[in-house]
Nanobody
Framework: QVQLVESGGGLVQPGGSLRLSCAAS????????MGWYRQSPGKQRELVAHISRGGSTMYTDSVKGRFTISRDNAKNTVYLQMNSLRPEDTAVYYC???????????????WGRGTQVTVSS
């Protein structure tokens, strides 16, 4: 069984920074694309950023220049460094990954449970 566990959320003032982490564990053969999504009350879940196994990245326009996604393949972990945070960044942030499991060699999408990020003065 595969699990994704996020950490690093919290309350921060506008202009502040937070770093989210997401560690994958379990019967893992390979982790492919990893990413971060977010969902605010009353809104659909949206893609924030993703990163390929080789390190290619993509960001939604609203976070370009402020957020940086990275990963450590040896630790099965993806990070999201968030700088210059704005109130509109307030949301639950979810980790997402396409993982090939060792037991079945099948690739499926997995989600973490989410971590709350609140940007407020």
């Amino acid at each position: 069984q595969v699990q994704l566990v996020e950490s690093g959320g919290g309350l921060v003032q506008p202009g502040g920074s937070l770093r989210l982490s997401c560690a994958a564990s379990g019967s893992i053969f390979r982790i492919n694309v990893m990413g971060w999504y977010r969902q605010s009350p009353g809104k659909q879940r949206e893609l924030v950023a993703h990163i390929s196994r080789g390190g290619s990245t993509m960001y939604t326009d609203s976070v370009k220049g402020r957020f940086t996604i990275s990963r450590d393949n040896a630790k099965n972990t993806v990070y999201l460094q968030m700088n210059s945070l704005r109130p509109e960044d307030t949301a639950v942030y979810y980790c997402h990954a396409y993982i090939t499991t060792a037991a079945t060699m099948r690739t499926d999408a997995y989600w973490g449970r989410g971590t709350q990020v609140t940007v407020s003065s």
